[in-house]
Nanobody, 119 residues
Framework: HVQLVESGGGSVAAGGSLRLSCVVS?????MGWFRQAPGKEREGVAS???????TYADSVKGRFTISKDNAQNTLYLEMNSLKPEDTGMYYC?????????????????WGQGTQVTVS
């Protein structure tokens, strides 16, 4: 079974940067970052396959970078040029099966979330 723990959230001014981290235990073919704003559905932000191939939501392309440190079993999300609409609770997640994408329904393991607020 996979366990994930996020950290690195906080409050930042528009145009600023944050780096989120997620410590992962267990095997994961894919890992992803998701976010959810109050009153809105959870949406996929970025995902990365075990081999390193990445997928990004159109809203964050060119601003966010997903990466992983295999040796330390840590997933990262580097967020630059942050906008107020990036505000939300950010979660890292992993699927149960050999699949990868940005659909929340495809992921079975979830972290506790870390809040990101952009003013």
């Amino acid at each position: 079974h996979v366990q994930l723990v996020e950290s690195g959230g906080g409050s930042v001014a528009a145009g600023g940067s944050l780096r989120l981290s997620c410590v992962v235990s267990g095997y994961t073919y894919c890992m992803g970052w998701f976010r959810q704003a109050p009153g809105k559905e959870r949406e996929g932000v970025a995902s990365i396959v075990s081999g390193g191939r990445t997928t990004y939501a159109d809203s964050v392309k060119g601003r966010f970078t997903i990466s992983k440190d295999n040796a330390q079993n840590t997933l990262y999300l580097e967020m630059n040029s942050l906008k107020p609409e990036d505000t939300g609770m950010y979660y890292c997640a992993a699927p149960v099966l050999l699949w990868c994408g940005l659909a929340p329904s495809g992921f079975g393991y979830w972290g506790q979330g870390t809040q990101v607020t952009v003013s």
